[in-house]
T-cell receptor, first 110, second 116 residues
Framework: DAKTTQPTSMDCAEGRAANLPCNHSTISGNEYVYWYRQIHSQGPQYIIHGLKNNETNEMASLIITEDRKSSTLILPHATLRDTAVYYCIVRPYNTDKLIFGTGTRLQVFP | DAGVTQSPTHLIKTRGQQVTLRCSPKSGHDTVSWYQQALGQGPQFIFQYYEEEERQRGNFPDRFSGHQFPNYSSELNVNALLLGDSALYLC???????????????FGPGTRLTVL
């Protein structure tokens, strides 16, 4: 299973863009990149996923490099409610078993 | 549209006891997965149920077992509880007959199990 590497923690000022990086250098061509976040003691919340094209939804944008070895989750205007642990996950082919790492703890400050 | 629900919210048990946790999937979903999340760690996959059968299993002992009912709801059973079983237990549901690359799991709020 492809592994991901994320920074342990990051800070972001409220109203600014939060850019969360993720390395997944062993990803296979048919594996998707998923992002979830978990606000303290709640269940993980789905954010976005992508294969090789950049994706955008109402929550965030996902930028995947051309070689697919890394990606960046962008929260365009961070709010205090975006403070959470963000998980970058590479989903194995033909399974919906998710392998979580330890994620990035994003702290948004006023 | 109700999302994934789990019960109970919190549970306290003693070592050696048995526990049953329950999960109702999101409307329209037929696949249920269970995860264990220890304090400070990411969730770890326990197993997945589809069509009332265990389809995939993670690296958990046989003390962990499950069941899925015809209405797609599911139970997680843990026997002979150990102190190390204290964790947040998460249920996730996904939809569709076929497992595809784009099938997305949606998580419930979890059940906090404390073993004393």
């Amino acid at each position: 299973d492809a592994k991901t590497t994320q920074p342990t923690s990051m800070d972001c000022a409220e109203g600014r863009a939060a850019n969360l990086p993720c390395n997944h250098s062993t990803i296979s061509g048919n594996e998707y990149v998923y992002w979830y976040r978990q606000i303290h003691s709640q269940g993980p919340q789905y954010i976005i996923h992508g294969l090789k094209n950049n994706e955008t939804n109402e929550m965030a944008s996902l930028i995947i490099t051309e070689d697919r070895k890394s990606s960046t989750l962008i929260l365009p205007h961070a709010t205090l409610r975006d403070t959470a642990v963000y998980y970058c996950i590479v989903r194995p082919y033909n399974t919906d078993k998710l392998i979580f790492g330890t994620g990035t703890r994003l702290q948004v400050f006023p | 549209d109700a999302g994934v629900t789990q019960s109970p919210t919190h549970l306290i048990k003693t070592r050696g006891q048995q526990v049953t946790l329950r999960c109702s999937p999101k409307s329209g979903h037929d696949t249920v997965s269970w995860y264990q999340q220890a304090l400070g760690q990411g969730p770890q996959f326990i197993f997945q149920y589809y069509e009332e059968e265990e389809r995939q299993r993670g690296n958990f002992p046989d003390r962990f077992s499950g069941h899925q009912f015809p209405n797609y709801s599911s139970e997680l059973n843990v026997n002979a509880l150990l102190l190390g079983d204290s964790a947040l237990y998460l249920c996730a549901s996904s939809g569709g007959v076929w497992v595809t690359e784009t099938d997305t799991q949606y998580f419930g709020p979890g059940t906090r199990l404390t073993v004393l």
